[in-house]
């Protein structure tokens, strides 16, 4: 079909969200994904503890990863929310079904970051088949992911720590990328000065267990979404549904 101005299109169907979540351990992430819209977990690690939520056997490779979600695509269904647990207990899976692509010894032999870019190639299959998931299934996608602190070169301030996606750094860029909302789950705590004598302070972070997540980039971690949502939400997927748009 010729491309012309009378397909441009103004309006289109609000879509399932792609999610992305990071966070700190233990702040209750999978819980949050077993309250999702119907999900089913594909499993990468054995993190569910005493949630009982439908899920596949524990992957062992990346090719069980891939016939989990394959079979999500093309057999009938009534789950609405795939949710992958976690993609950082992925990556290994991907690099070994890398390497035995390619006859290597380990994601580093061919050198000089040569293994990573091609794993990139896979973690692009693997987008792809999420992607057809939301696309012809309906399905909303949310995939959980650990938190490491790094430090941040920048270009404009002295280098500072944040929290980010514990991936190699393309392969979280191009889960970022692919993802509408990428949220950082946290507690919330506050700080508190006091004198301790001889003109000094001492600081204190105080905590009650209140569990939050991030929408919004900061300095101190990432975060994203475009549905202009909160800054910060509870960590609750109740109240999560509550500040996304609804369709019209």
């Known amino acids: 079909m010729a491309i012309s101005l009378a397909s441009l299109r103004r309006s289109s169907a609000l879509q399932p969200p792609r999610i992305l979540m990071h966070g700190v351990a233990g702040v209750g992430k999978s819980t949050f994904a077993a309250k999702a819209d119907s999900p089913v977990f594909v499993m ?34 009534e789950f609405r929310t795939v949710v992958i647990d976690s993609v950082d207990w992925l990556e290994p899976l991907i690099w070994a079904e890398a390497c035995k692509r390619n006859n290597w010894s380990s994601i580093e032999y061919p050198g000089f970051g040569k293994g990573y870019a091609e794993a990139l190639n896979i973690w692009r299959e693997y987008l792809d088949k999420l992607n057809a998931l939301r696309d012809e299934k309906g399905m909303a996608v949310l995939q959980i992911a650990h938190t490491d602190i790094k430090r941040f070169d920048s270009p404009e301030h002295e280098p500072y720590d944040r929290y980010v996606i514990k991936l190699q750094a393309r392969a979280a860029a191009l889960l970022q990328e692919h993802s509408d909302i990428v949220l950082f789950a946290n507690y919330q705590i506050s700080i508190a000065k006091s004198e301790v004598g001889f003109n000094k302070k001492v600081t204190r972070a105080l905590g009650s267990g209140k569990r939050v997540m991030h929408t919004e980039e900061r300095p101190a971690y990432l975060a994203k979404n475009r549905y202009e949502l909160p800054e910060t939400l509870p960590l609750d997927w109740a109240k999560f549904v509550e500040a996304m748009p609804q369709p019209k």
């Open 44 to 77: 990468t690690e054995d993190g569910l503890g005493k949630l009982q939520v439908p899920h596949f056997p524990l992957a062992t490779s990346y090719v069980d990863v891939s016939e989990a979600l394959d079979s999500l695509l093309t057999e009938q269904h």
